[in-house]
Nanobody, 114 residues
Framework: VQLQASGGGLVQPGGSLSLSCVVF????????MGWYRQAPGKQRELVAT???????NFADSVKGRFTISRDNTKNTVYLQMNSLKPEDTAVYYC?????????WGKGTQVTVSS
């Protein structure tokens, strides 16, 4: 199983970015998918999750600005990030889990700076 995240980059405050994570392996439909982030010197934290039934959960810090979605036909989970702030700067990681497994991607850097 591999999780491949993409879409990170440098964006100005107030801008938008869209992250994608493709899951290679036959686990996607059985997985809750999530995005987490880790800023320098800080612990990894939850950003957003979506269950295989489509139930979404967001960190308070991103509510109203970020959305998470999944396409089960493409084994892909997306994170749309709007109104980005400098404090959103971090490495963003994709996660796939259920009661039996917990897989992580390598991460993609998001930098919000003018």
């Amino acid at each position: 199983v591999q999780l491949q995240a993409s879409g990170g980059g440098l964006v100005q405050p107030g801008g938008s970015l869209s992250l994608s994570c493709v899951v290679f392996g036959s686990i996607f439909s059985r997985s809750a998918m999530g995005w987490y982030r880790q800023a320098p010197g800080k612990q990894r934290e939850l950003v957003a999750t979506i269950t295989n039934g489509g139930v979404r959960n967001f960190a308070d810090s991103v509510k109203g600005r970020f959305t998470i979605s999944r396409d089960n036909t493409k084994n892909t989970v997306y994170l749309q990030m709007n109104s980005l702030k400098p404090e959103d700067t971090a490495v963003y990681y994709c996660n796939a889990r259920n009661a039996l497994f917990d897989y992580w991607g390598k991460g993609t850097q998001v930098t919000v700076s003018s």
